[in-house]
C-alpha cells in the first residue's frame, strides 16, 4: 500500500454513460497525476495537477473527460458519454515536488469496463 | 518516437535462476530512469531509480539496474528470481515532469 487511494476499484458500465473517479493522494503531496493503462501497454500520461492548477493535458485526453481538483487535496476524472475504447486502468499518482525527478507513488488504479 | 523500449514482452525464466530485463531509452527522455514493477491487479510500486552518481543501482526485492550511457540502456537484473517475482515490469523515464513507460515486460518464473 503506497498511501495513495482510488474508488472505486472496478467499474462496469455501458456505453454511453457517465463515470467518476475518485484518487486521494498522500497527504500534503503538490502534485496528482493521472494515467490509463491499456491491456498489453505501458501507463500512458493523461493529465497532472500542482495542488488545484491543472498544468497540463494530453492529446489522449479528448473532451469527453475531464479532471478536476479543486482544494489541491483529491481528484476525480469524470469521462462522459463513455466508449468501449475508454476501457482500461486509470492509474493516479502523486508526489511532493523537491525539485529533482521526485518519485511518484501509485494508486492500485479503477479498472473501467465499458460494455 | 518511442522514448523507452523494452525489447523482451515475455521473459520466461526458472526459479533461482538470474535473469535480465531490457531497457533502452531515447535522447527525448531525461537520463532519470526508473523501474516499476505491477503484481497481478495492483498498482505500480518503484523498485529503483537512476538520477545520477554510481551507473548501478539497487533496488528493492533484490533488484539491480546498470545505466549505460554509451548504449543507452538500463537493464534490470536479479540474481536468482523467486516465484513471488511473477509480475510486470515496467522501464520508464522522465520527461517534462511526467513519467514515459515502456510497454512492459511479463516475467515468468518456472518452476
Redo the contacts between chains.
Sequence with gaps: DTGVSQDPRHKITKRGQNVTFRCDPISEHNRLYWYRQTLGQGPEFLTYFQNEAQLEKSRLLSDRFSAERPKGSFSTLEIQRTEQGDSAMYLCASLRTSGRADTQYFGPGTRLTVL | AQS?TQLD?QVPVFEEAPVELRCNYSSSV?V?LFW?VQYPN?????LL?Y?SGSTLVKGINGFEAEFNKSQTSFHLRKPSVHISDTAEY?C?G?R?????????TRLHILP
Excluded at chain 2, 495492483?42 to 518503484?46: A, D, K, R
Excluded at chain 2, 517534462?96 to 512492459?104: L, P, S
Aim: aromatic share 16%; no cysteine.
Design positions: 523507452v514482452s531525461s532519470y516499476y495492483q498498482g505500480l510500486q518503484l531509480k538520477l515496467f520508464a522522465n517534462d515532469d511526467k513519467i514515459i513507460f515502456g510497454k512492459g
